[in-house]
């Protein structure tokens, strides 16, 4: 009876242990980086170039809730999105840089933002349910501002936010351009005089990402991709 009861409070430990949630305000910092550097994260270098312009997708760290691809949660992580190396980075007391795994991350969820792993790499989330996901691949892209060569120095690369939409559908990635045109290629001819409709009717706006939600909402069952 006795090695019948140590067996189930072992089992009971165990499932315990692998579903609970990691709390980066209550566990201790030091042994709390050790976990997700060791599981979730690896080290890396940032790429060296000079440029004018904030590299990340916030002003400041901030902190978000991830999943794990386990099941697991951890709360709390102050993290940041790296647009130039287009990376989580996590940062400990010791001013360690380390980048998060999308391979061993689900989803990364901030108070007005989230974001989703698909095929190794963390899309931005702007609509996400059971039939399809609507994602943006945010990075930065690289400009010279304009100078006269001769007389005036050549100035540093300059960045500025950009993104690419893709629409995930039946295990497809498809991108699309922030146009009425690239949109209407995604949905059936028939339906592009009630699109239209639709576009005129609600005032929406292809490079408003509320609006698009709305947009792939009504005619989810209309598209051909």
């Known amino acids: 009876m006795n090695k019948k009861l140590t067996s189930i409070l072992i089992v009971l430990i165990s499932i315990n242990l692998f579903s609970q949630d990691y709390n980066t305000s209550t566990f201790n910092n030091a042994i709390n980086f050790d976990l997700i550097k060791s599981e979730i994260s690896a080290s890396y270098k940032l790429k060296s170039i000079n440029f004018d312009g904030n590299r990340y997708y916030f002003e400041e760290p ?8 386990d099941g697991r949660k951890i709360k709390n992580l102050l993290t940041n999105y790296n647009l130039f190396d287009q990376v989580f980075e996590v940062i400990n007391n010791e001013n360690q840089k380390v980048k998060l795994l999308p391979n061993k991350i689900s ?10 792993s698909l ?3 963390f899309y931005e989330s702007i609509e996400s349910n059971e039939n399809f996901s ?8 690289a400009y010279t501002p304009d100078y006269q060569p001769g007389f005036q120095e050549k100035p540093n690369l300059t960045f500025r936010t950009k993104n690419i939409l893709f629409i995930f559908s039946s295990d497809k990635l498809v ?14 001819k028939s339906k592009s005089k009630e699109i239209k409709s639709f576009f005129k ?3 929406l706006s292809p490079r408003d990402n509320n609006d698009l939600s709305k947009l792939f909402i009504e005619f989810y069952s209309d598209l051909i991709i």
């Open 119 to 121: 095929n190794g790499k």
């Open 201 to 203: 009717k609600n005032k």
């Open 175 to 188: 991108k699309f351009q922030r146009n009425k045109k690239s949109l209407l290629d995604l949905f059936s």
């Open 62 to 69: 901030k902190k978000a809730n991830l999943e794990l691809f």
């Open 134 to 141: 609507l994602l943006a691949d945010t990075f930065l892209e």
């Open 107 to 116: 989803k990364v969820f901030f108070s007005d933002n989230s974001f989703i």
